[in-house]
């Protein structure tokens, strides 16, 4: 019954910046591990980041210092924070979840394109 919502997508220029939002229902939040994934035209959905419940990150390298992964717990709420954007970063951003006892959520997806 977990439910993943994203926001903070849109339109943005070339070396410009975003902040995607991930609200997560219930309170498992503070026991799973947390995902951006992305999916771009014509493209496999991709990993991007990942931040554990004891707060370990790991990016994958297109990404590696652009982008920034946290969690509010109290929130329970995941961030994205992309620096430097390319348009290669176009793409639909998933948000997902993994409890640590198991199950898997993913959100419905949002937009970013980088355009000038």
């Known amino acids: 019954q977990v439910q993943l919502v994203e926001s903070g997508g849109g339109l943005v220029q070339p070396g410009g910046s975003l902040r995607l939002s991930c609200a997560a229902s219930g309170t498992i939040f503070s026991r799973s591990s947390m995902a951006w994934y992305r999916q771009a035209p014509g493209k496999e959905r991709e990993f991007v980041a990942r931040?554990?419940?004891?707060?370990?990150?790991d990016y994958v390298d297109s990404v590696k210092g652009r982008f920034t992964i946290s969690r509010d717990n109290a929130k329970n709420t995941v961030y994205l924070q992309m620096n430097s954007l390319k348009p290669e970063d176009t793409a639909v951003y998933y948000c997902?979840?993994?409890?640590?006892?198991?199950?898997?959520?993913w959100g419905q997806g949002i937009q970013v394109t980088v355009s000038s």
């Open positions: 997902n979840a993994v409890r640590n006892t198991g199950g898997v959520y």
């Open positions: 931040i554990t419940s004891s707060g370990s990150t």
